[in-house]
């Protein structure tokens, strides 16, 4: 097993570049996501991982040793597609023993291994099966089998589970998630998902327009979102954006939201200008005594909780709040937030700016 | 194909459609049919007014297509009486077997020239495909656009510097020039065939071979090749069919060694009067080979024209 260290990596396609410089480690035996939008570079970072593409310029390292140029046949990594990729004309036996059969493995040495991984998968009743007549989950594990068979020093798997019925799609999670956990490999999942990365990763990294915005872990990436994309990216409903015209000053820990003052974590940086007051709708609540007033436009209700969608001075925002909660439409009520987990963003560049809370989170960024 | 609505077609719209196919059947294999009787007649019923459907079946025709024949004196033919079956059909004649005629090797020059043309199109053909359909190749569209217009006008049209250039390299009247001519010819329809083939082809496959430790070649040989086989088979068979059937660059650029099955049958004509029973035999050995390698990739003939439509 392995690290793998991504180091100014770059990629372009003629005039199109899908990946601008990105730096990021995945440490030995994480289960890392790739997390963005489509289009945003994650699958093609994956497979220069891999070896499917090769870098414009930048270093990967696996173990220490720079493979960026190497075919992927020499990188010793295996990879999931996200339509599989089973070889149509062989039977689940022969696409199970065909990373084997490549490496010159004695016969028997293959059909023990491939007998060991199918056991581990539960698809040894299927291994004289065609591909073609598969069902969904059953393809799913055969590729995850042709992957893990030999044993290789990472995974990259591209949206594995974007075939997938929804309600299938859940339980392969928590299958995958239980096989790395067994196994203990180095995993790189690429998905547009945000729900899947923060449920099955250890790490994520989100990219957007070609460009790495955050590398962290999940509660990182939530709570101290390092730019106004990942905080909008992440979270269902995600952050809310109060825009506001005013300063703040190095060590303040109140912002001025048109004429109301508002808490937030002591301020590790200064800014003036068009800034973004950010805040979770879990991190709302409405309460009488709140002198920051918004009018409640409509609720949806979630069974035990509700989101609440507000017209305030600086915007809409969303509230999370507990369903027993009464909120009629129509009505004004007073908001209050809870301070230390606000980000502000700094409008024209989409930048948190520092605080206690996301220091060193963003620093790097 | 035919069928013009979504429902199922009705019991009358089948009888209809049954009673097309069998007429279109019968006029195509009439003439077939026709060429394969009048092989086995003998010369006068071939030439009968009005044609006779029921005759005598005789072998005279393939006995005639396969020998070269000399007339002999009545003292020589009495001196010798015939030894076998075929020599008897000949005697009717007051004729001997003088040997072999030169059909047997015009027929196996058919062969090698015609599947030796179709193999390497096919080779060719295909690794140009795969090379289109998944490499970056600059001028990529113009260089297909080169390729196929090779097919925009008759080919013959360049009979003649094609027939200088051959001699000046002496490729005249050998295998070799008729294999590369006919190749020439097949590989812009079979570039472009498999082309459409390959595409349809997912890269993942390729990809994920690469992956399991293949080299790029290994990758193709043993993950596409075996995808592409429907594809290959039809267009092998449409590249046989040409090359098996070229008359006219035949006519011109051969005369000995390498000439083709399609211009010796018309010479047969002049041997000893206009004997149509013999030429009859010729077209219909001519016939078999094609007609067991299309009847052999039928199935994959099929799966090849409607190829892309269906999505599995």
């Known amino acids: 097993m392995a690290q793998i260290i991504i180091k100014n990596v770059r990629k372009e396609f003629g005039d199109f570049t899908a990946v601008k410089e990105s730096s990021f480690t995945i440490e030995d035996g994480e289960f890392f996501m790739l997390l963005g939008p489509s289009g945003c570079g994650k699958t093609t970072t994956l497979r220069m991982i891999a070896g499917l593409e090769l870098p414009t310029s930048g ?47 004695a016969r028997a040495a293959v059909r023990a291994k491939v007998d060991e991984v199918a056991q581990i998968l539960g698809i040894e009743n299927i291994l004289k099966k065609p591909v073609g007549g598969l069902s969904g989950g059953d393809r799913q594990r055969v590729a995850l089998g042709r992957a893990i068979v030999r044993d290789p020093k990472a995974f990259m798997m591209d949206e594995p589970l974007g075939a997938l019925d929804a309600e299938f799609r859940e339980r392969m999670a928590e299958e995958l998630r239980a096989l790395h956990d067994r196994m203990g490999a180095t995993t790189v999942y690429v998905t547009h998902d945000q729900l899947e990365a923060m449920q099955m990763g250890d790490k994520i990294v989100v990219m957007n327009n070609a460009v790495v915005e955050q590398f962290g872990t999940p509660q990182e990436i939530y709570d101290k979102p390092a730019t106004m994309f990942v905080a909008d990216f992440i979270g269902s409903p995600s952050m809310n954006f109060l825009p506001f015209e005013g300063a703040v000053a190095e060590g303040a820990q109140t912002v001025d939201l048109t004429g109301n003052s508002l808490s937030v974590p002591r301020q590790k940086q200064g800014a003036s200008g068009k800034l973004v007051f950010g805040v979770r709708p879990e991190h709302v609540s409405l309460s009488d005594s709140g002198n920051y007033r918004g009018e409640v436009l409509a609720s949806e209700y979630l069974g035990t909780t509700q989101i609440i969608t507000l017209d305030t001075a600086n915007g809409e925002l969303k509230a999370r709040v507990p369903a027993s909660q009464t909120a009629t439409v129509g009505e004004t009520v007073g908001l209050s937030f809870q301070g230390d987990v606000v980000t502000l963003f700094d409008a024209a560049t989409g930048r948190a700016l520092r605080s206690e809370l996301n220091e060193g989170i963003v620093a790097h960024g | 194909m035919s069928s013009f609505s979504a429902t199922a077609p009705s019991a009358r719209s089948k009888w209809f459609a049954g009673t097309l196919v ?78 072999p005629s030169k059909f047997g ?4 020059n058919s062969v090698i020239i015609g599947f030796g043309s179709t193999f390497l199109s096919i080779f060719l053909g295909t690794l140009a495909a795969y090379a289109f359909s998944r490499f970056k190749i600059p001028l990529a569209d113009d260089l297909l656009f080169f390729i196929l217009s090779t097919r925009m006008m008759p080919p013959i049209a360049v009979a003649i ?24 010819v097949n590989i812009s329809l079979a570039v472009w065939l498999l082309k459409g083939f390959i595409d349809e082809i997912p890269r993942e496959y390729e990809e994920a071979a690469l992956i399991d430790g293949y080299t790029r070649f290994q990758a193709f040989y043993k993950v596409v090749l075996p995808q592409a086989a429907t594809g290959i088979a039809s267009t092998a068979i449409f590249c046989l069919i040409f090359a098996w059937n070229e008359y006219a660059f035949a006519v011109l650029l051969t005369s000995g ?10 010479t047969i004509i002049g041997v000893g009067g206009l004997d149509w029973p013999a030429v009859a035999a010729g077209a219909t050995i001519f016939l078999l080979p094609v007609m067991i390698f299309t009847v052999a990739l039928r199935k994959h003939l099929l799966r090849g024209i409607t190829f892309g439509a269906v999505r599995k």
């Open chain 1, 59 to 105: 270093e990967i390292y696996l173990d220490g040793e720079e493979i960026s140029q190497r075919p992927p046949s020499q990188r010793d990594i295996a990879f999931v597609f996200q339509m599989f990729a089973l070889y149509p004309h062989m039977n689940v036996y022969k696409n199970l023993s065909y990373p084997l059969v490549s490496q010159g493995m």
């Open chain 2, 105 to 108: 090797e015009r027929f196996l």
């Open chain 2, 22 to 99: 069998i007429l279109y059947a019968l006029i195509t294999m009439i003439p077939l049919a026709w060429i394969m009787l009048t092989g086995f007649k003998s010369p006068a019923d071939a030439i009968s007014y009005p044609p006779k459907v029921f005759f005598e079946p005789t072998l005279e025709g393939y006995v005639n297509l396969f020998t070269t024949r000399t007339r002999q004196t009545d003292d020589f033919l009495a001196a010798n009486p015939p030894q076998t079956w075929y020599e008897e059909i000949v005697r009717q004649y007051d004729m001997v077997i003088a040997g």
């Open chain 2, 161 to 184: 510097p094609i027939f200088l250039m051959y001699r000046q390299l002496g490729l005249s009247d050998t295998h070799l020039g008729m294999i590369l001519l006919y190749t020439a």
């Open chain 2, 257 to 266: 060694t390498a000439q083709t099955a399609p211009p010796f049958i018309p």
